[in-house]
């Protein structure tokens, strides 16, 4: 019993996987800037730009 429910979950994440890496070879081709986000700016003016966390305050 414990060998078909290791097997299923296996099973399920491989799928999962599949499917994952299908999209990313793929590619999608209906979002604005190919990420497959939904929150993509148009203007690369709009987004902050990235700042990384300090490791420790001083």
């Not at 491989?14 to 993509?40: D, E, I, P």
């Amino acid at each position: 019993m414990q060998e078909v429910l290791v097997f299923g979950i296996v099973a399920i994440a491989v799928v999962f996987l599949g499917r994952r890496l299908w999209q990313f070879f793929r590619g999608n081709r209906n979002t604005s800037c190919g990420c497959g986000c939904s929150g993509c700016p148009t203007d690369s003016g709009t987004s902050p730009p990235h700042t990384p966390f300090p490791m420790h305050k001083n």
